[in-house]
């Protein structure tokens, strides 16, 4: 099976900066969706963006359109959380997260069904103040 490892969590002043990667290994040939997901103290866990490693568009949730970039890192079944003009509202526990897919509408899908995703890193804390 596939297992996720996410790095690159901190501490940092509101309106600053800061860069999450997660590093994949166990993958077979098989195309994935892959992408972030973050949970807060006493809030649902929220889908951040996902893509489909096959092609196609990278698909972000509302909160963090235009402030956050996934990068699809030139390093195989890897990427990149790009964060900028955070907010203390951003805080959170940042998942990465993977599941087999087919098709770039599977990624988009797992953003709301975040049940979707099988694998699951084991988080890094992103706090901003």
């Known amino acids: 099976d596939v297992q996720l490892v996410e790095s690159g969590g901190g501490s940092v002043q509101a309106g600053g900066s800061l860069r999450l990667s997660c590093s994949a290994s166990?993958?077979?040939?098989?195309?994935?969706?892959m992408g972030w997901v973050r949970q807060a103290p006493g809030k649902e866990r929220e889908g951040v963006g996902a893509f489909y490693t096959g092609g196609g568009a990278i698909f972000y949730a509302d909160s963090v359109k235009g402030r956050f970039t996934i990068y699809r890192d030139s390093a195989p079944n890897t990427l990149s959380l790009q964060m900028m003009s955070l907010k203390p509202e951003d805080s959170a526990m940042y998942y990465c997260?993977?599941?087999?897919?087919?098709?770039?509408?599977?990624?988009?899908?797992?953003?709301?069904?975040?049940?979707?995703?099988?694998?699951w890193g084991q988080g890094t804390q992103v706090t901003v103040s």
């Open positions: 997260a993977a599941r087999l897919c087919a098709t770039p509408g599977q990624a988009l899908n797992a953003l709301s069904n975040l049940e979707a995703f099988r694998y």
């Open positions: 166990g993958a077979t040939s098989s195309t994935y969706c």
